[in-house]
């Protein structure tokens, strides 16, 4: 998931995963909570998994997600570095 878009070329990335996880950071991503597109099953998004890259490693867009996601990630994030 794009977090964000630097200046430049980089990106501030979080990790969505099909596979289970169990930790308390885990959000899940169903496919009703996309704007447009969707995943191919149920997810996690992963807001403990953040990571900055070059925007050359995305191959394609999946789709976007509601706002009410989007915000639900950010606002995890910030809580992740405030503990």
Do not use: H, W
Not at 6 to 22: F, P, V
Not at 24 to 51: C, H, V
Not at 56 to 82: H, M
Request: aromatic share 4%; hydrophobic share 30%.
């Amino acid at each position: 998931m794009v977090l964000t878009k630097l200046r430049g070329e980089d990106l501030i990335l979080c990790q969505i995963t099909s596979k289970g996880t169990s930790d308390r950071y885990s959000i899940p991503l169903l496919g009703k909570e996309f704007k447009k597109g969707t995943l191919k099953q149920d997810s996690n998004i992963r807001p403990n998994k953040i990571f900055t890259s070059d925007n050359s490693i995305i191959d394609y867009k999946i789709g976007s997600l509601k706002e009410a996601k989007t915000k639900q990630v950010a606002e995890k994030v910030c809580s992740i570095i405030r503990e």
